[in-house]
């Protein structure tokens, strides 16, 4: 079992900046990778960004590439989502995944939800314009 906890959301104008943070604990020895995904209302959830636990490969989607940036710090067991020059579409409630299945991986599944078998709470991010 792992466990994630997602922090850092809020309300912010269009341009600046947020920092999520996904903290996780349990079985993490066992995480492939873990991922950043959001979901809008009336919409599914979509990829963000992913990071491989073994190397560091990341991966980010296009609609944030140059904004968002996805880090970890190992010793902590935690991710971070460094998202600058916030646009109104990026609002969303963000969620954090982990893949202890190895089932993350490129090029398909490493940027679906099926990749990942736990998921955190979600923290919502608001950007207005």
């Known amino acids: 079992q792992v466990q994630l906890v997602e922090s850092g959301g809020g309300l912010v104008q269009a341009g600046g900046s947020l920092r999520l943070s996904c903290a996780a604990s349990?079985?993490?020895?066992?995480?492939?990778?873990m991922g950043w995904f959001r979901q809008a209302p009336g919409k599914e959830r979509e990829f963000v960004a992913t990071l491989r636990w073994n190397n560091g490969f990341t991966v980010v989607a296009d609609s944030v590439k140059g904004r968002f940036t996805i880090s970890r710090d190992n010793a902590k067991n935690m991710v971070y989502l460094q998202m600058n020059s916030l646009k109104p579409e990026d609002t969303a409630v963000y969620y954090c995944?982990?893949?202890?299945?190895?089932?993350?991986?490129?090029?398909?599944?490493?940027?679906?939800?099926?990749?990942?078998?736990?998921w955190g709470q979600g923290t919502q991010v608001t950007v207005s314009s």
């Open positions: 349990g079985r993490t020895f066992s995480t492939y990778a």
């Open positions: 995944g982990a893949d202890t299945k190895n089932a993350a991986t490129w090029p398909v599944t490493i940027a679906t939800p099926l990749g990942y078998d736990y």
